[in-house]
């Protein structure tokens, strides 16, 4: 199975925040946000595995400015890690007045994904072969980040996540 590159599953996609998509104060719901960050996050898995994919989990998602009425959002989405079925997506969100030409990041979030066979069962993903500084970094925390993941979610014991072990236990 040929490898790839994180670029190749970039994706960039905008939405303008329209009254349907706000509160009461006028900012873009957070629902209606990880709606649109579900759907860029499986666009860049299906890129990586050339499949259809599956959410499995959402890391937090703080929220550092709200969005407002109005306000161009922007979201950058890209592997940072493949595993073997599975592949861990980075989200950058960017909030954008316009017309005060005033660009602000809304916030981060991680985003787990399988990719599925054609009866919907687990399928192996292509090797991500990170290129920069930064996707080196992103790729070697993407293991403590999974580890963290199946911990939280009862499908590994502490004792075996080797890169979380000082985090649990004194030596």
Request: proline letters at 5%; a neutral charge.
């Amino acid at each position: 199975m040929p490898t790839k590159k994180p670029q190749e599953s970039f994706v960039i996609m905008s939405e303008l925040v329209l009254p349907n998509d706000t509160n009461t104060l006028g900012n873009l719901m957070g629902g209606k946000l990880m709606h649109w960050m579900d759907i860029a996050a499986a666009i860049s898995s299906q890129k990586h595995c050339n499949c259809p994919v599956v959410t499995v989990s959402v890391d937090n998602v703080s929220f550092t400015q709200p969005v407002k009425l109005g306000n161009l959002l922007t979201i950058e989405s890209k592997l940072t890690r493949s595993f073997n079925t599975s592949m861990e997506v980075y989200l950058r969100v960017w909030g954008e007045d316009l017309s005060a030409q005033y660009k602000y990041l809304s916030n981060e979030a991680y985003m787990t994904f399988v990719a599925l066979d054609p009866n919907g069962r687990p399928r192996v993903v292509p090797e991500l072969v990170p290129e920069t500084e930064a996707e080196n970094k992103m790729y070697e925390g993407a293991l403590r980040r999974r580890q963290l993941r199946l911990i939280l979610a009862g499908k590994m014991k502490t004792e075996e996540a080797g890169e979380l072990k000082a985090l649990f236990f004194k030596e």
